[in-house]
């Protein structure tokens, strides 16, 4: 028979389990950008397991995707020497957001070839451009940016074309 102290510590240790488990389940509420970098993720690692790569292209920067095609990222040395069976399980801890770029803290388990464990913790990242969230594999955002910036300048002149344009024929429609 436990003693009526030793009881109460039991009961204060069960109390104190029960609160943290309150405690987790509170903190796996996600904010709609946490919940779609979730999503994404767990989708991206269940589809490369099973060897579909266009998941990580989708996902690309994209720059990346006007500059290469599917066929040339599919090839690529970096696809080709891939291995998604060393996969185990992945799982997001917390995410870090600062402007549009949000870090996705993980816990990841790989199979070595000699059977070993891995268990890295990387620092996963999320960029957003026009409300969609993009995970660079091979792209690289100083790349994105200057894309965009060259995308910038080009509908610039684009509408001063127009504008002259336009310009022209209002002039040509009053000399008629």
């Given at each position: 028979?436990?003693?009526?102290?030793?009881?109460?510590?039991?009961?204060?240790?069960?109390?104190?389990?029960?609160?943290?488990?309150?405690?987790?389940?509170?903190?796996?509420?996600?904010?709609?950008?946490e919940?779609?970098?979730?999503?994404?993720?767990?989708e991206?690692?269940?589809?490369v397991?099973?060897?579909?790569?266009?998941?990580?292209?989708?996902?690309?920067?994209?720059?990346?995707?006007?500059?290469?095609?599917?066929?040339?990222?599919?090839?690529?040395?970096?696809?080709?020497?891939?291995n998604?069976?060393?996969?185990?399980?992945?799982?997001?801890?917390?995410?870090?957001?600062?402007?549009?770029?949000?870090?996705?803290?993980?816990?990841?388990?790989?199979?070595?070839?000699?059977?070993?464990?891995?268990?890295?913790?990387?620092?996963v990242?999320?960029?957003?451009?026009?409300?969609?969230?993009?995970?660079?594999?091979?792209?690289r955002?100083?790349?994105?940016?200057?894309?965009?910036?060259?995308?910038?300048?080009y509908?610039?002149?684009?509408?001063?074309?127009?504008?002259?344009?336009?310009?022209?024929?209002?002039i040509?429609?009053?000399?008629?």
């Amino acid at each position: 028979m436990l003693s009526k102290a030793v009881r109460i510590i039991v009961v204060a240790f069960l109390l104190a389990g029960m609160a943290v488990l309150v405690s987790c389940e509170r903190e796996k509420v996600l904010n709609p950008d946490e919940q779609t970098i979730a999503d994404k993720t767990y989708e991206l690692f269940t589809r490369v397991r099973a060897r579909d790569y266009r998941v990580i292209y989708d996902l690309e920067l994209p720059y990346f995707r006007e500059e290469k095609s599917f066929d040339e990222f599919v090839n690529s040395h970096w696809v080709k020497t891939y291995n998604p069976d060393t996969i185990l399980s992945c799982q997001i801890d917390s995410f870090q957001f600062i402007e549009d770029t949000a870090w996705a803290f993980m816990q990841m388990e790989y199979r070595l070839g000699d059977g070993s464990l891995y268990n890295p913790a990387p620092k996963v990242i999320w960029v957003k451009i026009d409300d969609e969230w993009y995970k660079p594999s091979l792209s690289r955002v100083a790349n994105q940016q200057e894309f965009e910036e060259e995308l910038r300048i080009y509908w610039e002149a684009v509408e001063a074309l127009q504008k002259k344009q336009s310009e022209q024929d209002t002039i040509q429609e009053g000399e008629e």
